[in-house]
């Protein structure tokens, strides 16, 4: 068997070696036909009880999870049970059966359809992947119409080195993965899929090699082709030779070795080599994901994203606001959880790229339009609701409060005076809040990394949005496959932002943190360190490899070098650079661990 490899996205480390299993979406087997008039009623049935089926798979998943399983599932298979119930599947299909005689089959793709073509218009990445919700969920009902299993046969417990089965599909869900947990399931590669896809998070949570967006892995691969998913590169290797197999399986022995050690780093404060402290966060998407944080030894929350309570409403689209009451909740139960340790809650990072109903049209350039900040100020009470919760939650621990993509002196000016006014109305109200809540902004668009004082003589604190200023200072979508091999963080106009920004915000003395992907990648660890960054932000999976990274650097030696990269133009030069700046106290290992 001739032996290729395939190459998609990095969403979750490790290594997998086993026997693939395909998949194959429940819409490829659909059969498009018209029903009689007097059979409607009973096609409208028939997908009424589908819906229930599914709710009910849904239930004992959820009842049956164990105590120990990472928080995110619970709350994906809970999103998944809302979209359930939402009139876009819960009813739409049902119209169209009744108005156009299709059979139940053909009138849920038709709107699964319908509603992912809505959320293609969505700029932002993470929301534009919650489509890949929808279809997952649909795709659910789909198999419970057309008789189709989703479970894995038993693994081949004879063959050592390929005994565990990598599940090869054009999508998985959360709900799926926990349907696998038999101890046969070693890992998955997707045709589809991104960084932020539910799918991708909850690999990283259960320590699942995957690699995701792969195109046409499951139309490449055969069934038992013996699978190697390299979950760093993001790549698989079908049917690999003896050597190659050999090779990954000493690497995958290596792997859980060093898994081991750093897991008694986790009481271990950062501090490296010649005594400096490092404070290390975590980026977390659900109020519940705080205890992966805590199990992480996060100092706090570095970033919470909002924008979950938005979602899911009105067919994928903000057509109805959370209320102030829901999502003081949630970032009460954030804060609570956290136990002390501050949390950042950035405010609504969406924007009107969506279109509300199918009809309205959406922003020529939705990067460069009404989203963000933007989009906050122009809806004033929505934002008020917002910022009066976040206040609100303030009583019950510390909390930070972060714009995003605020570019202008007079939308900084006017958010201060919005939050300045939630604050008058819960004074009114005789509500409690932190009066001296520390308000900052996320520095992701190059023209306020390129005018700082503008933010520093008015707000708190800084954090760098790595994924946005890369995109916005190098003019690309780094998930459009077509450009995404332009997106390059060593780009020597991003080195210069990114280094400006840390250097004048220290000796501004105001706190910059780094909260984009590069905060979680151990590639970029001592160059951030190395341009003064001493707080860094990001998934709760990669903290403690970033802590032992610190561990092992010297800030007295990564300063020159880290110059010689910031100096350097041609991406040969930066290339050695980095090279160099990496083998810098290589042969240097912890030791011993640090204990209380």
């Known amino acids: 068997m001739a032996s290729f490899t395939l190459h998609g996205i990095p969403v979750s480390k490790g290594i997998a070696i086993g026997r693939a299993h395909l998949l194959a979406p429940a819409a490829l087997d659909v059969k498009h036909y018209l029903i ?53 599947l819960a009813e739409v299909p049902l119209e169209i059966i009744r108005h156009r005689y299709y059979n139940a089959e053909w009138a849920l793709v038709t709107q699964i359809d319908s509603v992912s073509a ?20 649909g795709d659910r009902i789909l198999k419970v119409l057309t008789g189709s299993a989703i479970n894995l046969p038993p693994a081949d417990a004879g063959d050592g080195a390929t005994a565990n089965i990598i599940v090869v599909a054009h999508d998985i869900s959360p ?3 926990l349907q696998f947990r038999d101890g046969a399931f070693g890992g998955f590669v ?48 079908v049917n690999p030779s003896p050597l190659v197999l050999t090779q990954y399986r000493a690497r995958q022995e290596r792997l859980l070795r060093d898994r081991k050690k750093l897991g008694r780093l986790k009481k ?18 659900l109020p519940s994901d705080s205890a992966a944080a805590l199990e992480a030894g996060a100092n706090g929350v570095g970033l919470f994203r909002s924008e979950f309570l938005f979602m899911g409403r009105g067919a ?47 922003a020529l350039n939705p990067a460069l339009g009404l989203r963000a900040i933007r989009y906050c100020l122009s809806e004033p009470q929505m934002f ?155 998934h709760p999976s990669q903290l403690l490899s970033v802590k032992q990274e610190i561990l092992n650097s010297n800030l007295s030696l990564l300063e020159p070098q880290v110059k010689k990269v910031l100096r350097a133009t041609e991406p040969a030069a930066i290339e050695l650079a980095m090279t160099q700046l990496q083998s810098l106290n290589s042969e240097v290992e912890v030791k011993a661990v640090r204990r209380r």
């Not at 195109?215 to 190697?228: C, T």
């Not at 003081?328 to 924007?351: C, F, H, N």
Request: charged fraction near 25%.
């Open 36 to 88: 009689p008039e007097e059979q409607v009623e009973a096609e409208v049935l028939r997908l009424k009880n589908a819906i229930s089926a599914v709710h009910h798979e849904l239930q004992t998943i959820r009842s049956e999870l164990p105590k120990e399983a990472p928080p995110e599932l619970g709350a994906f298979i809970d999103v998944h049970a809302l979209i359930l119930s939402d009139p876009m």
């Open 118 to 137: 809505q959320f293609d218009e969505i700029e932002d990445a993470y929301l534009r992947e919650r489509k890949a919700d929808i279809q997952q969920v």
């Open 175 to 177: 709900a799926d993965m």
């Open 190 to 237: 997707t045709d589809l899929g991104g960084q932020n896809s539910h799918t991708a998070i909850v690999a990283r949570s259960l320590d699942i090699p995957a690699a995701v967006g792969m195109h046409n892995a499951s139309a490449l691969v055969k069934q038992d082709d013996i699978l190697i998913i390299d979950g760093d590169a993001g790549v698989a290797i």
């Open 268 to 285: 271990t404060p950062a501090i490296t080599q010649d005594g400096i402290g490092i404070t290390l966060l975590a980026n977390i998407e």
């Open 316 to 362: 994928g689209h903000l057509e109805k606001f959370p209320s102030e009451e829901e999502q003081l909740e949630s970032y009460r139960q954030a804060v609570v959880s956290m136990k002390g340790r501050p949390v950042t809650i950035r405010t609504l990072d969406v924007g009107a790229d969506k279109p509300l109903d199918a009809d309205e049209q959406t």
């Open 384 to 538: 008020l609701t917002q910022l009066r919760a976040i206040l609100r939650a303030s009583a019950f621990g510390p909390i930070k409060l972060l714009i995003p993509m605020m570019a202008h002196a007079f939308e900084v000016d006017q958010t201060l005076a919005l939050i300045e006014q939630a604050k008058e109305q819960l004074r009114e109200r005789e509500q409690k809040f932190d009066e001296n809540i520390p308000i900052g902004a996320m520095i992701e668009i190059p023209a306020a990394a390129l005018a700082l004082p503008i933010f520093i003589k008015r707000l708190d604190f800084l954090s760098i949005g790595t994924n946005d200023l890369i995109q916005y200072t190098l003019a690309i979508d780094r998930v459009d496959h077509e450009v995404a091999h332009l997106y390059d963080p060593l780009h020597p106009a991003v080195l210069f932002l990114l280094s400006t920004v840390i250097a004048t915000a220290r000796k501004a003395d105001i706190p910059v943190s780094v909260c984009g992907e590069m905060a979680g990648d151990i590639k970029w660890t001592r160059l951030l360190l190395g341009m003064g960054l001493q707080e860094f932000s990001m």
